[in-house]
């Protein structure tokens, strides 16, 4: 976000960013609703999302397609939304299925091209203070939540409209043309959505969470609002011109975005960990083409990753199989991302890190963890055993500013997804005519 972050340009910020330091040097409360009730981002395994928090905190859905997703929120003052004991029940399983304890952002990092201007969004501008008042027609069909701010800088604002659920269409779950002629099965997929709107500067942030009738969760930012006015300097030498002729020049930015996600598949937050990589070789003698070749690694240990090519990883559930004995798990799948290489922590695309409650934040991580201890998410990748694995997933996006983005500007999303697999033990939307091709099927 250009300069939207510019808090020292920013002068009715600037004040708020100074109480904000300070309110985070004393130690301030770190959450609002029902959070001083339970351990923030603890391990443990959670009991069901009823019995976690009252009934203005918790959100349940029945999607239209028969699927329940349960979870509970809070409002963090530094990172915003965060849903907690977050389950999935598709049409068929007796019981919620556990998916996630705790999910948020972990960090919204933005270096400009020049040199001259870096910013943590979460931890150094005043991203959760910044949560904006919506209108019923930014919420289509849906419900808007009263969020507290903790510590709210503007005292006259001490409670937002600003938390929105509803429900989406998404087209097309599947089609499949019958065996028989004339035979169509199709079903048109619904989503729950859970959003925010948080203004940084200039910059507006929609924070999205999206969760599937198929049990698929989508978390996406969406960077919307204003390009600054201050940033039409051409400060890095190569900015894009706007406007009239080549005058005003729009410096190039990086939006590196971190998620942070704790797993309990089936209740447990001792998943294990899955790197799986394919390999092409050329057609050996006699064979028809080429063979691909998946090998998995189990990651035992703490892990920067990179996204490669047919590469890909799960989080595989300690406890629970589906009905046909398989180990459910989720799939981590990123987004197009633009990888930033010029901070340690935002080199690698996910981290695997073993469960500290002091590490909150990707970067600029706020809480004291002692002596020697870094501050930055690739400072944490030592080694240790993974039995109770951090998610931490960096998504980037490069803004090199274009005519279109003016005025206001189009919205330009960043995020990715965790597919279920093997989570159900066929598609959780099969109509009751196909249910019983499992398997072989002559």
């Not at 003052?77 to 304890?101: C, F, M, R, T, W």
């Not at 099965?185 to 969470?209: A, C, R």
Request: proline share 7%; glycine share 10%.
């Amino acid at each position: 976000m250009p300069v939207n972050h510019t808090i020292s340009r920013t002068h009715a910020r600037t004040a708020a960013l100074t109480l904000a330091v300070a309110a985070l040097t004393a130690g301030a409360a770190t959450g609002a609703g029902p959070a001083s009730a339970r351990p923030a981002d603890g391990p443990a395994a959670a009991p069901a999302a009823a019995a976690e928090c009252s009934d203005a905190y918790r959100i349940e859905q029945k999607l239209s397609t028969g699927t329940t997703w349960r979870m509970c929120w809070r409002y963090h003052k530094d990172a915003g939304l965060v849903l907690n004991h977050i389950s999935y029940q598709p049409p068929g399983e007796p019981s919620p299925i556990k998916v996630l304890s705790s999910a948020r952002l972990g960090q919204i990092h933005v270096p400009y091209d020049d040199g001259r201007n870096e910013y943590q969004d979460l931890t150094q501008a005043g991203f959760a203070q910044g949560l904006m008042n919506l209108k019923p027609g930014e919420c289509p069909g849906g419900t808007l939540r009263t969020v507290k701010v903790p510590n709210s800088w503007d005292p006259d604002r001490p409670t937002v409209s600003g938390l929105c659920t509803t429900t989406r269409a998404r087209g097309h779950a599947y089609r499949m043309q019958g065996e028989r002629a004339n035979k169509v099965y199709q079903k048109q997929g619904k989503d729950l959505l859970v959003y925010t709107v948080n203004q940084v500067g200039w910059y507006e942030y929609i924070s999205e969470w999206r969760f599937q009738d198929d049990g698929t969760i989508t978390m996406n930012v969406g960077a919307t609002g204003s390009l600054s006015p201050f940033d039409y300097d051409a400060g890095d030498g190569r900015g894009w011109p706007l406007g009239k002729g080549a005058k005003d020049y729009a410096t190039s930015h990086s939006h590196n975005v971190f998620w942070r996600l704790n797993f309990a598949l089936d209740g447990s937050a001792k998943g294990r960990v899955e790197q799986y990589d394919s390999k092409v070789s050329p057609p050996a003698n006699g064979d028809g083409g080429p063979r691909n070749t998946t090998t998995r690694t189990d990651i035992t240990r703490e892990l920067a990753g990179d996204a490669k090519n047919m590469r890909w990883w799960r989080v595989v559930s300690a406890r629970g199989k589906n009905a046909d004995g398989h180990r459910r798990s989720y799939e981590i799948v990123p987004g197009p991302s633009a990888k930033y290489p010029g901070r340690g922590y935002t080199r690698h695309d996910v981290y695997f890190t073993e469960y500290n409650k002091c590490e909150q934040f990707a970067s600029d991580n706020l809480p004291d963890c002692g002596a020697g201890h870094g501050r930055s998410v690739d400072k944490w990748v030592g080694g240790q055993q993974l039995k109770r694995p951090v998610v931490w997933v960096n998504i980037g996006y490069h803004h090199i500013a274009r005519d279109e983005d003016q005025q206001p500007m189009p919205v330009h999303w960043q995020g990715f997804s965790l597919a279920p697999r093997d989570v159900t033990a066929m598609n959780p939307l099969t109509p009751e005519q196909l249910a019983d091709q499992n398997g072989h099927v002559e």
